[in-house]
């Protein structure tokens, strides 16, 4: 696992973590009026805000993808990373992180290119932490850190989905673990016990567990066919508590 520490040095007493995944543009059900909403926020906190991405920005079908794959899009791969590069380029700055996604992981396994990496590249940002990796925002004298993962469980079911992203303490210890994947919509918090060696005291320390949504309209397509739920559309965002002695994060829905 790599370790990026955000760009961020202000001073702000709370910082925003706008998190896009699964946002698969180039899917006919791809929902343009989610992003936008998450950049206006992003163009309205720009002075305090970070982006990370959580894989699976487009669609990236092949002719041996699940469903009708390449029938099935409204965009070439070309266009689709095109599309992509436009629609971020004028937050490029604000991007601290990106992780690899399965439906781009199509393309690195057929011929080795690795789109979001190549996308990291493009934009001049050294962030990219391949399948997983952590985060670390420090300002103020606070500090929180993001273990973010793609994910890879089936997930189909509400607690399948969240006991694929719980799990995710098993191998790492974070502030906030971030999780997509499923396209469902779910938080929550875990409380941990920590030796507090400076005091002499063990101390309860909160664990923010979060699945990311997604970016798709409901109807049709390969979920529909294989009887999956609707899907949870909105993407988060993680709002820092900058104040020191007042560490707290949660998750705002749009």
């Not at 993001?146 to 189909?156: E, Q």
């Not at 919509?185 to 507090?196: E, F, G, Q, R």
């Amino acid at each position: 696992m790599r370790l990026i520490r955000s760009d961020y040095s202000g001073n702000a007493d709370k910082l925003y973590v706008a998190v896009f995944g699964d946002l698969h543009y180039g899917s006919k059900n791809y929902n343009e009026n989610i992003v936008d909403e998450q950049l206006y926020f992003v163009k309205q906190h720009r002075d305090n805000c970070s982006i990370l991405f959580l894989g699976d920005l487009v669609e990236c079908a092949t002719k041996a993808s699940v469903g009708r794959g390449i029938y099935d899009e409204s965009a070439n791969l070309n266009e689709q990373f095109k599309y992509i590069t436009s629609k971020f380029k004028p937050y490029a700055d604000l991007i601290d992180g990106a992780v690899q996604g399965n439906h781009c992981e199509r393309i690195a396994q057929y011929c080795g290119l690795d789109l979001t990496e190549t996308l990291c590249n493009t934009f001049g940002r050294d962030v990219y932490l391949g399948y997983r990796g952590y985060v670390v925002f420090s300002w103020n004298k606070v500090a929180y850190t993001f273990d973010i993962w793609h994910g890879a469980t089936g997930g189909a079911t509400d607690g399948g989905a969240l006991n694929a992203l719980l799990k995710m303490k098993d191998t790492a210890f974070a502030d906030v673990h971030l999780m997509g994947h499923t396209h469902k919509k779910l938080d929550i918090v875990k409380p941990i016990w920590m030796p507090d060696t400076r005091n002499g005291k063990p101390v309860l320390v909160n664990s923010l567990f979060v699945n990311t949504g997604c970016a798709m309209n409901n109807g049709g397509g390969y979920g529909e066919m294989k009887g999956y739920a609707p899907l949870d559309i909105g993407l988060p965002i993680i709002e820092l508590n900058g104040v020191k002695g007042q560490k707290q994060s949660k998750v705002i829905w749009l």
